[in-house]
């Protein structure tokens, strides 16, 4: 049976996770109505489903250990973006936020002999190490290309290489 903290602490979370795929959906929308930039819709849309899974996952957890998984009610997330470089700031902004929060409710499993929590919180430790990593190539990519439109061009193309290199595991 879940403490009541850690079911707090996990509710917050599968919000966090529904905010994260919300917010890349917004991503994949605009990149989708900006000339040329099909790869990087594609790229958002299903970062936007990666997320909405990591959201089920912790809501089946949840339910599985005795406690209730909440479905989150959500805020609009940003829709428009002055540049390709701000949105992808926005992602790896958000990324940070997510490694934090999911390293809060380690310290509290721990802190409260959770150990199963603990121990299933284990695959969002290891998976956000991956998505930090991806987020952080990605917009150091973009800083070398800066305005350079042959570069943005090759960006678009090779976006979803990035992520198959990032050894994406389910
Ligand atoms: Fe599931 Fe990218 O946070």
Redesign the pocket.
């Given at each position: 049976m879940l403490l009541k903290s850690i079911a707090e602490a996990l509710n917050k979370q599968v919000q966090?996770?529904a905010e994260?795929s919300q917010a890349y959906l917004a991503m994949a929308s605009w990149a989708d109505i900006q000339p040329g930039l099909e790869g990087v819709a594609a790229f958002f849309y299903e970062?936007s489903d990666?997320?909405r899974q990591?959201m089920l996952k912790l809501l089946t957890f949840i339910n599985e250990r005795g406690g209730f998984g909440v479905v989150p009610a959500l805020e609009q997330p940003i829709l428009t973006f002055t540049s390709l470089k701000s949105c992808f700031n926005e992602f790896l902004k958000?990324?940070l936020k997510?490694s934090d929060s999911i390293n809060d409710i380690v310290h509290l499993a721990l802190a409260e002999k959770d150990y199963a929590t603990h121990n299933f919180l284990q695959w969002?430790v290891t998976?956000?190490m991956e998505?930090e990593r991806l987020a952080r190539t990605l917009n150091e990519k973009l800083e070398l290309i800066g305005e350079d439109k042959s570069g943005l061009y090759l960006f678009d193309r090779d976006i979803s290489a990035y992520r198959g290199a990032g050894a994406k595991k389910k």
């Open positions: 966090m996770e994260s970062q990666e997320e990591h958000h990324e997510v969002y998976e956000q998505e």
